[in-house]
Each structure stands twice: as structure tokens, then as C-alpha cells.
């Protein structure tokens, strides 16, 4: 099987600009989460899509936004970009509900807003 | 608030030497613990799930344990390798979907040769 996809791997912004980030996740995969990792903060969950439909969200402005298709392919949605916006982007997929079963990242977008 | 806390932030050691990993968790309702090793610019990938009926699993030269009186886990690496070298994520599930898993900041572990 292939492995999570995402696409672009890498990405240059300029400041107010907005950038859509793709994740295609592992065939027959259901759940898609979405994580922003910089140095300072690490892994910092964004929100998780079930069935098309957002089960989850953290603390994250509604600058950050995305949704989930039929295919279960997703995308994330960065508006009105800030310089601490810069970070590496990851999808991970699960067949289920996340917290139950094995996760599985793709090699993540990074993102460089200047 | 879920947390996990892992030590040290990080880790130098000689190519064939043993190393243990800590971490710390507050995650309540508590599903599963599970760590991650991330090479520099790259995706995390799973080493090991432990419910907490789980007292140690093993993945080739990594063991994880589980305490869940403590609410500790480590990480023993055996026989280190130079590919070692990456970060290691301690993570918190909490029970149900609808809750997030809480990541640790991990530990950066350098294998010199």
C-alpha cells in the first residue's frame, strides 16, 4: 500500500498571503489529522476530519481551516499568513478514530513564510 | 490538563551503547501511550502502542515499558546505531474520540560512531 502523500513538500510565502496544503491518506483510511511542528512548540495538533466532517480542533486561530472529501483526501488552509506561520506541516492518517488506532505521517509540507 | 514530559531534551552516546528514554504523563482518560521516532525533515513513525494493561513491548532493538501506577514510560534502545540518531516522541491518548493526543517535545538523540 502506499504510504501517506503530501503535497507540496516545500512552500514559500510572503506575509498576508494564503496557501492550501493536500494530504492524500493511506487507501481505506477514514481519519485524517493535521499537526504543525517548529522548533519551539513541536507537534501541535490543528484538527482531525472523520467522514468528511471535522471530529476535532486545537488551539489554533480560524486562519487555520480544512476540510475532507469523499475520497477521504484532505486539505488545510492557511490564510492571511504570518511569519510564525513558517513550520513543517504534517498529515497522519488512521483507519479509524485516531485515538484507537495506529497513526501513520506523511512526510509533511514545510512551509517558509516570509 | 494533559501533559507529557520527556527527559532529557537530549542525548549524545557511542555507536553500540544501550540508552533509556523518559517520559512523564498526565493524560486522563487514558487510552494508550505510544512513541514515535522522527528523522530530521521527516514524518514520524510509530515504534510502539501500549494500552495500560501493557507492561513492555518490544520493536527489534526498542523496548518500551509502561508504568501505569507511575504514569512513566521509557524507551530502551539497544546496541545503539549511527540511524539511531533522530527524535523520540512520547505520546498521550486519552480515551475517546473526541479528545486530542498530547505530544512531548521529545528527545534528541545523537548517535556518534
Known amino acids: 500500500k502506499a504510504g501517506v502523500t503530501q503535497t507540496p513538500r516545500y512552500l514559500i510565502k510572503t506575509r498576508g498571503q494564503q496557501v492550501t496544503l493536500s494530504c492524500s491518506p493511506i487507501?481505506?483510511?477514514?481519519?485524517v489529522s493535521w499537526y504543525q511542528q517548529t522548533p519551539g512548540q513541536g507537534l501541535q495538533f490543528l484538527f482531525e476530519y472523520f467522514s468528511e466532517t471535522q471530529r476535532n480542533k486545537g488551539n489554533f486561530p480560524g486562519r487555520f481551516s480544512g476540510r475532507q472529501f469523499s475520497n477521504s483526501r484532505s486539505e488545510m488552509n492557511v490564510s492571511t499568513l504570518e511569519l510564525g506561520d513558517s513550520a513543517l506541516y504534517l498529515c497522519?492518517?488512521?483507519?479509524?478514530?485516531?485515538?484507537?488506532?495506529?497513526?501513520?505521517f506523511g512526510p509533511g509540507t514545510r512551509l517558509t513564510v516570509t | 490538563k494533559n501533559q507529557v514530559e520527556q527527559s532529557p531534551q537530549s542525548l549524545i552516546i557511542l555507536e553500540g551503547k544501550n540508552c533509556t528514554l523518559q517520559?512523564?504523563?498526565?493524560?486522563?482518560?487514558?487510552?494508550?501511550l505510544r512513541w514515535y521516532k522522527q528523522d530530521t525533515g521527516r514524518g514520524p513513525v510509530s515504534l510502539t502502542i501500549m494500552t495500560f494493561s501493557e507492561n513492555t513491548k518490544s520493536n527489534g532493538r526498542y523496548t518500551a515499558t509502561l508504568d501505569a501506577d507511575t504514569k512513566q514510560s521509557s524507551l530502551h534502545i539497544t546496541a545503539s546505531q549511527l540511524s539511531d540518531s533522530a527524535s523520540y516522541i512520547c505520546?498521550?491518548?486519552?480515551?475517546?474520540?473526541?479528545?486530542?493526543?498530547?505530544f512531548g517535545s521529545g528527545t534528541q538523540l545523537t548517535v556518534l560512531p
Open positions: 497522519a492518517s488512521s483507519l479509524e478514530t485516531v485515538n484507537s488506532y495506529e497513526q501513520y
Open positions: 517520559c512523564n504523563y498526565t493524560v486522563s482518560p487514558f487510552s494508550n
Open positions: 487507501s481505506g483510511h477514514r481519519s
Open positions: 505520546v498521550g491518548t486519552p480515551l475517546g474520540s473526541a479528545r486530542q493526543l498530547t
